[in-house]
């Protein structure tokens, strides 16, 4: 049985429709939730947990109709982007109060606080209100609030995006690391696509108020099903180049590359499409089978461990993620080469091919 199920639900409001949505997260799931922002991801949240009634369709906890389910009935807490912690209590009062509701033993409620101040690294804040706290603190009593509580699932929402980037990448392992021991069901909602996919068992990405793909990070980024999802998944974003095919489906050709690319597409016979190719994917220097062609460097970005370059093809500028420290000169004519292998390609209307 799936923890949460959503059947075509739809939610309008005055200027922003969401949905029909439908997914289903299962029980223990790390489910990730990306898109850009303004997309309609915290309202998925809200859904779930209760905060708003869907227009139309289903959702489901547990096997059973969340619209005959109180709030409180559904065990699920939530972590919002703009947290509310109690301002008059502590940081150890705000993260023992629903194991107080609920009437926990002194025993068990020493041992959660322990475990949950340990991890998130808040033993030391303990004592102080919300007012003496930083936002990254606050963010962190948050967390520990609704590890606490120990519900069937947790919906987080930008939950870490207030800390700093060494705590973020730190805080992401160890929320896996909870996530998993107490074999919780997780719903997490972030505009930061390295996090959502380092972290997530499987992730829907959601462009303009619908599910546009659900799928591991690895099928969603090896295989991004429309050019929608190909555009916001990947950093530096993926290159796309214009261009027609051949009458028989096997060249691609674009005016902005020089040579013709072979392609394998038996479904696009002629017509319009895009050709997509991450910048990891595209070599310095000419490689035996693999379509090549001259690019002028533009700019190098050194980043220690690999290089971006910014090239000029034609009008169109490009992203080259090359391993390791390259040194290019600027306006240097380069030959490159594309990994022929991992190509992706588009039709006019943006399906995957
Ligand atoms: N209560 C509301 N009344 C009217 N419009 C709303 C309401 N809540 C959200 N919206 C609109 O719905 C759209 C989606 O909002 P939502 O907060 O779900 O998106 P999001 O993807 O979580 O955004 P962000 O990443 O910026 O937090 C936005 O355009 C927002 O203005």
Redesign the pocket.
Known sequence: MDAIRITDVVKR????T?GPINMSVGQGEFFGIF?P???????VLKLILGLLTPDEGQVEIAGRDAAEMEVSARGISMVF?NLALFPHMTGRENIIFPLKERGASEAEIAERLDLVSEVLHVSHILHKNPAQMSGGERQRIALGRAFAAQSRAMLLDEPIAALDARLREEMRVELKRLQRENNQTFVY?S?DEEEVMAISDRVAVIVGGRIAQIGTPEEVYNEPCSLAVAEVIGSPPMNFFEGRFSAEGLRFESDVLETDIQVVCTTQKGGAGTLGVRPEDIWLGESEGNPSFKVRVSTVEPLGGYTIINARIGKQIIKIRAPGQVALEEDAWQSVSLDARRLHLFCAKGSRL
């Open positions: 409001y005055p200027e922003f969401l898109g922002p303004s997309t309609g991801k915290t309202s982007q909602v505009h």
